[in-house]
């Protein structure tokens, strides 16, 4: 994958602050970490709200937001540049890391432990009190622009032995932890977000929280804010909520029948279908 694909770059957002509903002192804590220069890891389950959270901390800081989704194969020139032949000519092309620091953005890394630690640690020089990027190819190294950041995220409930942050790396950066949002929190956000009363949001959150208490090494993940949305949406398009529930839920969570008869019963006892 090209720096070009494996990565969105988008400006601040014209129209207002991402909707985030703040549930401890992260927004603090990620300001502060900001404006003293230190680079910021976000640890939590998938679908509690991180990628949303660096949105709305960009645009409240006035910031770019550049986002790169990590995986197996992301290289270092991926993340940092390489050089192309256009027209019979070779240029180099930043990667998203180098225009980050160059244009004074944040850099999103999501899921970074996907990234081989062989090309995580050209993120050691940024993420320390050096602030810069070595760009070897180049044979230069490039000063981190005023407001520029570095943000990592990934879920530690997911990792393997395999995949996991060198510890050289978790201690060049201040951790935030995410968790799932109290019920009336959540109730809230998948409400608004899915557009459906609160009646149907709540009755979501408990069957989000139920699936969250199953003692069971068959599910890798357990049920996210993110689906709880999913399945408020179709509602919202006209689908029973069991419907809405079996597709958005019980399906993305596994696919082992045994444990999606399960999920099934429970998805029958905590909604309703409403009458006639």
Not at 79 to 94: A, I, Y
Not at 194 to 223: C, F, H, P
Request: proline fraction near 6%; include cysteine; glycine fraction near 10%.
């Amino acid at each position: 994958m090209t720096s070009s694909a494996a990565a969105r770059r988008a400006q601040p957002a014209a129209t207002g602050r991402p909707w985030y509903v703040p549930v401890a002192n992260e927004e603090a804590v990620f300001k502060a970490a900001h404006r003293q220069g230190l680079s910021i890891v976000l640890k939590g389950p998938t679908g509690c709200g991180k990628t949303r959270f660096v949105a709305a901390m960009a645009h409240e800081l006035g910031r770019p937001l550049i986002t790169v989704a990590c995986h197996d194969d992301l290289t270092t020139a991926d993340l940092v540049g390489r050089f192309l032949l256009r027209g019979g000519d070779t240029e180099w092309v930043d990667g998203p890391l180098t225009r980050a620091v160059r244009e004074g953005a944040i850099c999103y890394l999501d899921e970074v432990v996907e990234a081989r630690q062989d090309t995580t640690v050209v993120l050691h020089p940024l993420a320390d009190h050096r602030r810069e990027l070595p760009i070897e190819r180049l044979g230069i190294t490039v000063p981190a622009a005023p407001g520029f950041g570095l943000v990592a995220s990934y879920n530690p409930g997911y990792q393997s032995v395999l995949k996991d942050l060198k510890d050289s790396t978790r201690q060049r950066m201040v951790a935030i932890e995410f968790g799932f949002p109290a019920p009336e929190v959540e109730q809230r956000i998948v409400a608004r977000e899915a557009g459906v009363d609160e009646s149907t949001a709540a009755m979501l959150v408990r069957l989000g929280a139920a699936i969250r208490r199953l003692q069971t090494g068959g599910l890798r993940e357990v049920s996210s804010t993110r689906v709880l949305v999913a399945a408020g949406r179709l509602i919202a398009e006209g689908l029973d909520p069991r419907e809405a529930a079996v597709a958005a839920v019980a399906g993305p969570l596994t696919d082992d029948p045994a444990i999606t008869r399960g999920l099934i019963e429970m998805i029958d006892v905590y909604l309703e279908t409403p009458a006639g």
